[in-house]
């Protein structure tokens, strides 16, 4: 049972690439997160997911987007890259009335 | 706008003795808090979480208190051990769909 998985855990991106930083969980979680944090920072929601199929915005959603075809995946796209999402990415899951499970963290930095 | 604060960016103690992190929030409409535990390089890790119907809970040497007409939680470990130190972040949800973080308190505890 590998928990909730991230990769990569590095990456280092130019201004206007896109990327897309994978997140699978192995626990049948209906919920799915994705966060960023900055340094100082608490953990800001950029978007999250209900159950396959089913996608909602977060309190930072610009500049991303998401998709859950399946249970287990919940991939985040960026599109252009930008400076300002230079940042650590964390998903998370759980089940309903279940607290989260985070992964280990992708760490993201545009130049 | 951050609607839930850590107002203690850091905090030392000397093992043995107690650690207090505090932790405020703004929305009335929360009514589910939780504390996280994270170590550099890793994920959050759940520790300990209150519902608005309660104003204490207890699970081994951390104890989560709740003052909702204050608007204010506090996490008391008891007593401080050095594998304690790390950053600590409080959360809160409204819907249990949507959690929102504090920007963490790091505690490091003196042998």
């Known amino acids: 049972n590998a928990g909730v998985t991230q990769t990569p855990k590095f990456r280092i991106l130019k201004i206007g690439q896109s990327m897309t930083l994978q997140c699978t969980q192995d626990?049948?979680?209906?919920?799915m997160y994705w966060y960023r944090q900055d340094p100082g920072m608490g953990l800001k929601l950029i978007y999250y997911s209900v159950g396959a199929g089913i996608t909602d915005k977060g309190e930072v959603p610009n500049g991303y987007n998401v998709s859950r075809s399946t249970t287990e995946d919940f991939p985040l796209r960026l599109e252009l890259a930008a400076p300002s999402q230079t940042s650590v990415y964390f998903c998370?899951?759980?089940?309903?009335?279940?607290?989260?499970?985070f992964g280990p963290g992708t760490r993201l930095t545009v130049l | 706008d951050q609607q839930v604060k850590q107002n203690s960016p850091s905090l030392s103690v000397q093992e043995g003795r107690i650690s207090i992190l505090n932790c405020d929030y703004t929305?009335?409409?929360?009514?589910?808090f939780l504390w996280y535990k994270k170590y550099p390089a890793e994920g959050p890790t759940f520790l300990i979480s209150?519902?608005?119907?309660?104003d204490k809970n207890e699970d081994g040497r951390f104890t989560v208190f709740l003052n909702k007409s204050a608007k204010h939680l506090s996490l008391h470990i008891v007593p401080s051990q050095p594998g304690d130190s790390a950053v600590y972040f409080c959360a809160a949800s409204d819907t249990g769909n949507q959690f929102y973080f504090g920007t963490g308190t790091s505690l490091t505890v003196i042998p």
């Open positions: 626990m049948n979680h209906n919920y």
């Open positions: 209150i519902s608005s119907i309660k």
């Open positions: 998370a899951s759980n089940s309903d009335g279940d607290t989260q499970y």
């Open positions: 929305n009335s409409m929360f009514d589910y």
